[in-house]
């Protein structure tokens, strides 16, 4: 459980972390008005700590869960988000409500000019990125694997807006896969 700073707080606790950053130091600006170091956004129902540089985020963004109880906020780490100078660099890791990864998106890069994808629900105009998933169940026994494509913001429950393309990798409860098609790539 984690507390997070509300108007009658002095500090505001990042959680993961188990340390207290001083209001004073959260939600700064440079001197030619960016935003600048750790940053703190309560967007309900989630809150976002992420570091920021020149006003582009930059290093680690955190979302998680913020749920109201009698005695406090507690939170849920949804996601850890890598950035460089305002871009996903990865890894996009997601985790579980009881910590363990759900899903690790490595080999992250931008999609070429021209390259598109049929995603089956939707057309391809909110996609800038492809990385290479890994699900994970509760326990950390790999589920399934294969290529993904995601926007640049988190846009879905906290979380950046992933969907599967091409063929993955379906895993039982014996480690044997079977070969499913989750989208057809398309190359123009």
Not at 10 to 31: G, T
Not at 61 to 79: G, N, Q
Not at 88 to 98: F, R, T, V
Not at 149 to 177: H, M, Q, R, S
């Amino acid at each position: 459980m984690c507390n997070f700073a509300g108007s009658a707080q002095k500090d505001i606790v990042i959680p993961q972390y188990d340390f207290a950053i001083p209001d004073s130091c959260v939600n700064r600006y440079d001197q030619n008005g960016k935003s600048t170091g750790v940053w703190v956004l309560y967007e309900s129902p989630y809150c976002i700590v992420r570091y920021d540089k020149a006003g582009k985020a930059h290093g680690k963004c955190s979302i998680y869960t913020l749920e109201k109880t009698d005695h406090a906020e507690i939170s849920h780490k949804l996601s850890d988000i890598y950035y460089s100078n305002g871009l996903i660099s990865g890894p996009i890791i997601k985790y579980h409500e009881n910590g363990v990864v759900s899903s690790y998106i490595s080999k992250i890069s931008r999609l070429d000019e021209g390259e598109r994808y049929d995603t089956r629900l939707r057309d391809n105009t909110g996609f800038a990125y492809k990385g290479y998933e890994v699900d994970y169940d509760e326990c950390g026994s790999i589920k399934a694997e294969g290529w993904c494509i995601f926007g640049a913001e988190p846009v879905t429950e906290g979380l950046i807006d992933i969907e599967p393309v091409g063929d993955w990798k379906i895993y039982d409860e014996n480690e044997k896969y079977t070969t499913v098609n989750k989208g057809d790539r398309i190359d123009n």
